[in-house]
């Protein structure tokens, strides 16, 4: 099997578990983002909350994956995540299962993101809570961001990419 080319080749596990494919996001802008609920960036997901909402109806979406890999900042199960989520920061858009981005376990879409756009220094792994995956409508990865990079400072690409 050829090695997947786009976000339509893979799969993701809503927080119940059930498996959706990402196919239906093609022709959408995303942003793929590993989450943690106690974590120094934290304060993140109310930028990315802004950003949803702003570009949300242009074609944006923003798909977060809780990530208990860094430093057991997201300790929780799928509805403490989600309910903290929607107290702390009136979030909206998708939160998926969580998952694992790096080491023997990393979800197949991770080890896409990674080799598509490796970090500094041609590093693959993920650094920390909050890296980022710009994807372009046609699917494919346009830049990974570093957990520092506030979504703020994201607009620029995303109204390139839209």
Not at 7 to 25: K, W
Not at 126 to 149: C, E, H, Q, S
């Amino acid at each position: 099997m050829p090695d997947p080319r786009t976000i339509a080749d893979f799969s993701a596990a809503l927080p119940n578990g059930e498996t959706v494919s990402l196919a239906d996001r093609l022709g959408k802008v995303l942003l793929v983002v590993n989450t943690a609920s106690k974590c120094g960036f934290t304060p993140q997901y109310k930028g990315l909350e802004t950003l949803w909402r702003k570009y949300g109806d242009r074609g944006f979406e923003v798909i977060a994956f809780p990530c208990n890999q860094f430093g057991g900042q997201e300790p929780g199960n799928s509805d403490e995540i989600a309910d903290f989520c929607e107290v702390n920061f009136g979030l909206s858009f998708p939160l998926m299962g969580k998952i694992e981005v790096n080491g023997a376990g990393t979800v197949p879409l991770y080890d896409w993101l990674k080799g598509e756009a490796p970090g500094i220094l041609g590093s693959k792994s993920i650094k920390w809570n909050f890296t980022k995956f710009l994807i372009g409508r046609d699917g494919r990865v346009v830049r990974r961001y570093a957990p520092t990079d506030k979504p703020e400072n994201l607009e620029k690409d995303i109204e390139i990419a839209l």
